[in-house]
């Protein structure tokens, strides 16, 4: 066990520390509140995105051949940590960077990381995920959307939902089903499709918040070559996996960006805030849910350190992402009602209102939180995971 | 950076497994609870043989010299034994007392007996307040002729039955002091307090005008408060290893259990109310893995920072280990509730560790009054690899 940086990962440390410091853009808002669907928004992450990338800083975990730096899973973490650090705006075309690309680079042909890779990371094209359905959601093999061949394309008809970015998005990594005649595992196919096509229709869903993060998809008719098919025609299952497994292996780091900022600033706050004729900071019933909510983001980062020096010898994200993720999503909620709490009836106000405090950020992120036990694989379905794949319990389904 | 046992304190572990499932068996431990008796000279001696009691006194003092991970691999392993006895106390508890309270000569023979088995020692500090703050500390010494004076009661002192030397805090006007007490001096009556833990062995200490004579006393108030802060650091975190531990084995014992107990025809794992159960044990023992190996490893690189990631170990495990022992029962199902099955062993356990060297309720108050109350200064919750 050694906890301390080597000469060359604090290097690195260093190195980004003083891009960031040098180049965040002026009027970022550290308290990371922005409407999460507007298009300025957008466009600010999108431009913020390019001016890392043409430093060499997006997509740093991916070889060098593919514009990466080829940085180990320690130095991804520094990464995290830094942008944590400095408060820096996230990366736009995460679904890209974090799962589509370390995909491709893995399953894809020369081809296609030769057409994909280097817009991922230069935010020229932005990603969206296909995988959801309306009668598809834990139970992701049912899902129905079909793709038949007819020449050198496919022609895909059906739907999709929970489409995060779909509205941005310029291409889609989907699964859909090209044998119907085979169990709902072996019939799957993993394909690249062009969101500009005809017959991509988007509406986006307006969720409990106000905000369209998500969209439904629906595809009538719409043709993909087959050289856009990653991996083998229904043999998609594996590689929709694959990423799903980059997903809770990856994403659940960056989150420590928002929850530290967050707690950081609940305690600024806590400070401030009157409650029972002294500073809510004093309120001893107050200070144990901080503290008890400081603790779980520390354990949050710790586990997180180890699953990495895990990974890093393995070379693959286990199932143990699913600890994490049921840890971050929970803990988020418990938070979240923390913050309702200690902002008493303020807490409630939106960003409408002019007596709201931090903007209605903590209105917006109290119903947020909701979602997080249900979106990328339910709580459920996670300790099913862990059940089967973990502690080897037998399966329930 | 690498967060994870190395190569030597895996094999550490593994060996350390090997001699507790030969020398401190489940059988063995069975028969200690069942007789009432929460030590054995057979065990303590495999210890010292092991020179386990010398795990991290200064080689010179004829220790291991061994660090705080290491420190924290022994204890979990102990802890998933549950290995009776007086080993927290000596080791974890008085060692780091000695060790900074006392002069080099006075440290080097006390430390040396330790670890050649010839003693074991614990601290005295709860009062009727039951408070782990030094500062409620009111017991009195009064200045004699060569010496203190001590007059005042002492509770829940671990193994003040078995050992021939108690730390006693005590208070001289504003100042602690420690004490260096034989129980064996006139004036001193100990009388057990039999707890749900019967692997602990708790008791009171009356102290009626007990001279203790001047070596043997710290009365250097700061340097008193220090070691005493010190030591209560490295006992929470080698309590907090051995929760994990405890918690680990009941993780376990439950999957275990889960994957060959049959109703309704199958296996009761293969359902998944009982799946989750497990999957939170899961959760919650790795958690609390993860906080307590990082404050082991604070301790030793980082020991300034160190008393928060101690704090937030042992708040988590507090809570942690009692809910997997909810749990672990409930797995168990009716069996997990008769004596004859171990799960409640550990459950006991886990209620005397988590009162043991503060609750969760008291680390948490450290915790808040070392993030909340830095006044001037910017929040800072989570603390990061490279400051």
Sequence with gaps: MDLNPTPEEQRFRDEFRGWLQANIPEGWDPSGFHDEDSRQRFEFLRAWQKKMYEAGWVGIHWPKEYGGRGASLIEQTIFIEEMARAAAPPIINVLGVSLLGPTLIAYGTEAQKKRFLAKIISADEIWCQGYSEPNAGSDLAALRSEAVLDGDNFIVNGQKTWTSYGHFADWCFAVVRTDPDVPKHKGLTYLLIDMHSPGV???????MTGDSEFNEVSFQNVKVPVENVVGKVNGGWEIAIATLMFERGTLGASLQITFKRQIER???????IVRNGRPASEDPIIRQRLAQICTEIE????????TTTRMAKSGVPGPEGSIQKIFWSEMNQRMQQVAMEMLGPWGQLTKESDYAIDHGQWAHAYLRSRGNTIEAGTS???????????LGLPKSY | MEFELNETQRLFQRSARELFA????????????????PYSDAVWTKLVEQGWTGLIFGEEDGGLGLGMVEMAVAFEEMGRALVPGAFLSTVALAGPVIEKACSPEYRSARTQAICEGRSKATVALLEESASWKPDDVKLAANTSEGGVRLNGKKYFVNDASVSDLIITVARAGSNLVLAFVDPRSPGISIKAMPGMDATRSLSAVEFNDVIVKEDDVVSDGAKARDALDHALNVAT??????MVGGMEWLMEASVEYAKTRKQFGKPIGQFQAVQHHCANMLLMTESARSAVYYAAWMMGNNPEEAPLAVSMAKAYASDGYREVGNLAVQVHGGIGFTWDESVHFYYKRAKASELMFGDATYHRERIASLVIDRAGEPA???SEAAD
């Design chain 2, 237 to 242: 975190l080698a309590l907090s290893a051995e």
């Design chain 2, 22 to 37: 030969q020398e401190c068996p489940p059988t063995l431990v069975r028969e200690m609870i069942e007789k009432n008796q």
């Design chain 1, 380 to 390: 459920e379905i996670q300790r099913n995971i862990i059940g089967h794949f973990v």
């Design chain 1, 201 to 207: 229709t988007i509406r986006p869903l307006k969720q």
């Design chain 1, 299 to 306: 354990i949050f980062r710790l586990n997180q350190l180890r």
């Design chain 2, 380 to 382: 800072k919750a989570v």
């Design chain 1, 266 to 272: 609940l305690i600024e706050l806590s400070r401030k």
